[in-house]
T-cell receptor, first 113, second 112 residues
Framework: ETGVTQSPTHLIKTRGQQVTLRCSSQSGHNTVSWYQQALGQGPQFIFQYYREEENGRGNFPPRFSGLQFPNYSSELNVNALELDDSALYLC????????????FGQGTRLTVV | RKEVEQDPGPFNVPEGATVAFNCTYSNSASQSFFWYRQDCRKEPKLLMSVYSSGNEDGRFTAQLNRASQYISLLIRDSKLSDSATYLCVVNSYGGATNKLIFGTGTLLAVQP
């Protein structure tokens, strides 16, 4: 078991609502990357946080935003939910770009109805 | 063109078979290469890193060809427990960001 946990594990929201997903990072890790995985697709990079600052962003609209806290845990916020936002949201915890020591949380499965 | 492309499958093979997955990547600046395994409705987990010299871990062999920007994974003596989606992953630099880019994944179903 890794030390990366995500909450909640499942969530159902209505179109137009807002949602906050949470990720605790592995002890000693200072970087959290968020990914969206639609059914049948590979994970798509949303953004990355390094030492509480956004450190890069993928091709996602501004209604996807995030935070990283001093303990390096992180939140992903999505406003004005759309049906296409239904997906598995994954966070990956790492020490910088030491990818062989990166771990994913179990994900949050978001369904927008 | 996607940064990482792989055949989505599915690959249906009998137990004991040898199966090979291929992947191409578009960013010649990529430095790190991986195969991840993802079980149904679970998170991806690192299977192995991929090096130009090739590397082997038991029944699994990974190979990287930088000139062709091509990555492969070979699974010998397939087990039922190998059934999963195999994701080809490369790192990608963009400004100050070093991130992982995933392929679509290749679904493997090992049949008894």
């Amino acid at each position: 078991e890794t030390g990366v946990t995500q909450s909640p594990t499942h969530l159902i929201k209505t179109r137009g609502q807002q949602v906050t997903l949470r990720c605790s990072s592995q002890s000693g890790h200072n970087t959290v990357s968020w990914y969206q995985q639609a059914l049948g697709q590979g994970p798509q990079f949303i953004f990355q946080y390094y030492r509480e600052e956004e450190n890069g962003r993928g091709n996602f609209p501004p209604r996807f935003s995030g935070l990283q806290f001093p303990n390096y845990s992180s939140e992903l916020n999505v406003n004005a939910l759309e049906l296409d936002d239904s997906a598995l949201y994954l966070c990956a915890s790492s020490l910088g770009d030491r990818w062989t020591e990166a771990f994913f949380g179990q994900g949050t499965r978001l369904t927008v109805v | 063109r996607k940064e990482v492309e792989q055949d989505p499958g599915p690959f249906n093979v009998p137990e004991g078979a040898t199966v090979a997955f291929n992947c191409t990547y578009s960013n010649s600046a990529s430095q790190s290469f991986f195969w991840y395994r993802q079980d149904c409705r679970k998170e991806p987990k690192l299977l192995m890193s991929v090096y130009s010299s090739g590397n082997e871990d038991g029944r699994f062999t990974a190979q990287l060809n930088r000139a062709s920007q091509y990555i492969s994974l070979l699974i010998r003596d397939s087990k039922l427990s190998d059934s999963a989606t195999y994701l080809c992953v490369v790192n990608s630099y963009g400004g100050a960001t070093n991130k992982l880019i995933f392929g679509t994944g290749t679904l493997l179903a090992v049949q008894p």
